[in-house]
């Protein structure tokens, strides 16, 4: 398939939005049980939400630009019944509405106790919104996932773990922000955010190999003698049928040289995995902010490049009838 760029930057920018409120949630539980006794930063939960916004924005911003018709997006939320992009379109937005209330809620420190429980831990306003964003951003997580794996004719992305990627990508690159942010905040929760950025790089990590292992041992249900419907085997496609270019050889076909795939693939393992594990790791021993932001812009340089060749690496069964030929 041909990457869009305003789909690459749409899944990376809510991702790191996504990961980043996810880190904040965590962050105020791990402090609220009693698990770091420093105060937190003032503000801290108001301005990270407001930064987790902005990636939310910039996010939904870059989606028009996929757009033939600008002016008629709000079309895209009429087929929710039936409709993963549907269902994307409407979690997006309750999804930035919950992070302002939640960021709004900490500016103005309203924070009315709604529940105590029997360890005299309180249920307050702020945490309980905190919970429902976070469910709503797994939600989204989801929605977004789900407009690829639903696709069985494209047996790359019809799978579970096309899901669980977007969510396990997006939660690390978030909590590598948050890790940056909290230094610059001198927060305390700043060896926590780091733990689970590590964590969750590892873990995503794991589920990408998992798919690439997968993706490399498909067997196909199409095959040229299915698609012109000839069994016999040795079937050869000697033309396309036309000599100029068409939609269907721009879209459906990535471009670039068949190397270039396999070379991106070892540049985004490296760049969005490897190398920013080791950086956290280092940085963590050295409380370098420095270290934390530079862990960040690699990594999401590495997932732009992940998700290029997400889309790349994908073969719709309409390139049967329009194989490149000598």
Known sequence: MRPAFSVIFLTTLIGVGQGLFLALVAGQFYWVIGATKVAEAENFYAFGSLLALVFLAAGLFASFFHLAHPERAWRAASQWRTSWLSREVIALPAVMAIITLYGGLHWLEYRPVLMTFGNMKDLDLTMATGYLGAALVMALFICTGMIYACMKFIQQWASPLTVLNFSLMGSASGFALATAYAGFMESPLIDFFAGGAILLAIAALL??????????????????????????????????????SSFNLKEFFHPGSPTLVPTLTRAYVLLAFVLPLMLMIFGWNQGSMILFSLTFLIQYAGLLIERWVFFAEASHPQNLYYQKVA
């Open 207 to 244: 589920g990408r190999l998992t798919s690439l292992w997968r993706n490399k041992s498909i067997k196909f249900l199409s095959s040229l003698q299915s698609a012109v419907g000839m069994h016999h085997r040795n079937v050869r496609q000697l033309t396309r049928g036309f000599t100029a």
